[in-house]
């Protein structure tokens, strides 16, 4: 168990519906990562949090968003859904930014 | 831009075998190095990480990695294998600049040990 947890372990919507998955970090952990894990783009970074604040954007789509809030968890929004959404999405944390990041075990998202 | 390439998508041993998994990474600066394992519909787990203090890095479960500034390389390896190690490897680079510190991952490499 690595101190992150992930909420729901699954998800199972429509295309076009929205969704928010949800990441608290380890104790005292401040920085939030999300991954999008898909068989065909494999593990992609999609954007990092450090105490509030946004730090870094990888290949996020412009109908996904997320935030941190002031306890520090983490909610990604996706919108718009389309099939091609459907992958694990793992959260990870770092105590700060140049430490190693512990992962959760992931919310998979399936687009029907 | 920093990248990471695993060589071979799938590596077979056997149970006693030693176990070699390759990666090689490409960075301007000096990197941050990291190997995930990852086991059926579970998360990544941290097995080890480089982080300049020495080339020789001791992990969890036996796994160790050695950092090869030279040859950009930094390979897994595991004197004998355990059943139990079947699952998929992640060799991940991190560098620490003003755009954050993310992990960049490679492909994986999935390990199979046999009886």
């Known amino acids: 168990d690595s101190g992150v947890t992930q909420t729901p372990k699954h998800l199972i919507t429509a295309t076009g519906q929205r969704v928010t998955l949800r990441c608290s970090p380890r104790s005292g952990d401040l920085s939030v990562y999300w991954y999008q894990q898909s068989l065909d783009q494999g593990l992609q970074f999609l954007i990092q949090?450090?105490?509030?604040?946004?730090?870094a954007k990888g290949n996020i789509l412009e109908r996904f968003s997320a935030q941190q809030f002031p306890d520090l968890h983490s909610e990604l929004n996706l919108s718009s859904l389309e099939l091609g959404d459907s992958a694990l999405y793992f959260c990870?944390?770092?105590?700060?930014?140049?430490?190693?990041?512990?992962f959760g075990p992931g919310t998979r998202l399936t687009v029907l | 831009a920093q990248s990471v390439t695993q060589l071979g998508s799938h590596v077979s041993v056997s149970e006693g075998a030693l176990v070699l998994l390759r990666c090689n990474y490409s960075?301007?600066?000096?990197?941050?190095l990291f190997w995930y394992v990852q086991y059926p519909n579970q998360g990544l787990q941290l097995l080890l990480k480089y982080t300049s203090a020495a080339t020789l890095v001791k992990g969890i479960n036996g796994f160790e990695a050695e950092f090869k500034k030279s040859e950009t390389s930094f390979h897994l390896t595991k004197p004998s294998a355990h059943m139990s190690d079947a699952a998929e490897y992640f060799c991940?680079?991190?560098?620490?600049?003003?755009?954050?510190?993310?992990?960049?991952f490679g492909k994986g490499t999935t390990l199979s040990v046999s009886s």
């Open positions: 990870a944390s770092s105590v700060r930014e140049y430490n190693e990041q512990f």
């Open positions: 960075s301007s600066v000096p990197p941050y």
């Open positions: 949090y450090y105490n509030g604040e946004e730090r």
């Open positions: 991940a680079v991190s560098v620490a600049n003003q755009a954050g510190t993310a992990l960049i």
